[in-house]
């Protein structure tokens, strides 16, 4: 029993050691592509305190994310901190926020015009409903994606663009803009490798055949 119960964990410990598929942790769930205008804040645009500037979506199938990105323009890096943050919209509950900077992981995006940069989060499953992203956009601060070509993944449909009020810094963007604006985005959790599921598999096989030999 002993030997079965070490060969079993020994089993577990490789599937949980596996390399995960290293393009899929990176997929976006919403990316540019070339076009589009940039935006940024100003005292007089969006005042001192900033403007949190989104966009709503709609969970069609249930995906799970791991990470918020923001969109980084310039070459020299975002030169601060981007709060990011997901609310459920029914109920403008927060679920998730990280705080982005330029020490945080660079991710390729198909627009040549910039890049993601990305915090990891705990694992959170999005079920079917709506929900808004949106990051602070601060006076001289990030730089936004305005009217830009984008693409999304099968399991969401984009609602629109949407800011909060005014002066009114990190809020729930419930402002509708007419014009799409994109400055964060998410990251969908890498799916394992199917070596690691069939190792996994394994180790179930062996503890229940393990069971009925001891009853």
Known sequence: MNRIIGL????????SLAPQNANASLLLDLDLD??????SCTAISCGAKGITFGWSFKVIKQITIDGLGVWDSSPDGLGGTALTRLWRAATETQLASVEITDKSTAVAS???DGRW??????????????YMIGTLFLPSGLIAQIG????????ITFGGGFQSGFDSGLAFPAVSLDTPGFGPTMRQAAAPEPASLALLGLALVGLAAARRRNH
């Open 8 to 15: 079993l964990a020994s089993m577990l410990l490789v599937t």
């Open 34 to 39: 070339t076009g589009g205008t940039t935006f």
């Open 117 to 130: 940069l990305f915090e990891n989060i705990t694992a959170l499953t999005l079920a079917p409903d709506d």
């Open 148 to 155: 830009a070509p984008y693409t999304t993944i099968a399991e």
């Open 110 to 112: 198909a627009s040549k």
